[in-house]
T-cell receptor, first 113, second 110 residues
Framework: SQTIHQWPATLVQPVGSPLSLECTVE??????LYWYRQAAGRGLQLLFY??????ISSEVPQNLSASRPQDRQFILSSKKLLLSDSGFYLC????????????FGSGTRLTVV | AQSVTQLDSHVSVSEGTPVLLRCNYS??????LFWYVQHPNKGLQLLLK??????LVKGINGFEAEFKKSETSFHLTKPSAHMSDAAEYFC????????FGAGTRLTVKP
């Protein structure tokens, strides 16, 4: 069966420090991968999506970047965190060209202090 | 371009009464539409999905939603609310990526 792992679950980082959140998927090949952010009191916002290794599309200009070094690995990064980067980050995967829906990781709560 | 609007940020109902969470969408294509639920401190869970088959979609936990193309709506309903339904609900329209609504917080009073 397919599973998605996301870590860490919570993270407190000082302003200006780097960030690396990792997401891996098991039990499937060539998934579409996504990073979402849920800011306090707001809905989910699509940050990045990837349809293959090394292929990253950015939805909104921001302080973050994403990489997909392997088929089932998706990494969210920042060189220098801002206070506004605080939020709840969710990784998700889907089957390409499928209407099944998306499977989400358990999320990472990031607090920038 | 696709977008989704959830018309109520907060809905409060009494246990045993009907639930209505409203969602309107816009899409350049025939959309796939979803409702997700997020309970406190938990991940997102798929409630139901519409993918151009039957316009009335039944989901888990007694929820259902009706796709109305003429009204560009996909409202979520449940005949009788339960305390365990208290959560955040997201309406989602899907094209290349998913566009989430801002969410509706459902409160269920005893």
């Amino acid at each position: 069966s397919q599973t998605i792992h996301q870590w860490p679950a919570t993270l407190v980082q000082p302003v200006g420090s780097p960030l690396s959140l990792e997401c891996t998927v098991e039990g499937t090949s060539n998934p579409n991968l996504y990073w979402y952010r849920q800011a306090a009191g707001r809905g989910l916002q699509l940050l990045f999506y990837s349809v293959g290794i090394g292929q990253i599309s950015s939805e909104v200009p921001q302080n973050l970047s994403a990489s997909r070094p392997q088929d089932r690995q998706f990494i969210l990064s920042s060189k220098k965190l801002l206070l506004s980067d605080s939020g709840f980050y969710l990784c998700a995967w889907s089957v390409p060209r499928s209407s099944y829906g998306y499977t989400f990781g358990s999320g990472t709560r990031l607090t920038v202090v | 371009a696709q977008s989704v609007t959830q018309l109520d940020s907060h809905v409060s109902v009494s246990e045993g009464t009907p639930v209505l969470l409203r969602c309107n969408y816009s899409s350049s294509y025939s959309p796939s539409l979803f409702w997700y639920v997020q309970h406190p401190n938990k991940g997102l869970q798929l409630l139901l999905k519409y993918t151009s088959a039957a316009t009335l979609v039944k989901g888990i936990n007694g929820f259902e939603a009706e796709f109305k193309k003429s009204e560009t709506s996909f409202h979520l309903t449940k005949p009788s609310a339960h305390m365990s339904d208290a959560a955040e609900y997201f309406c989602v329209v899907s094209d290349v990526g998913m566009r989430f609504g801002a969410g509706t917080r459902l409160t269920v009073k005893p």
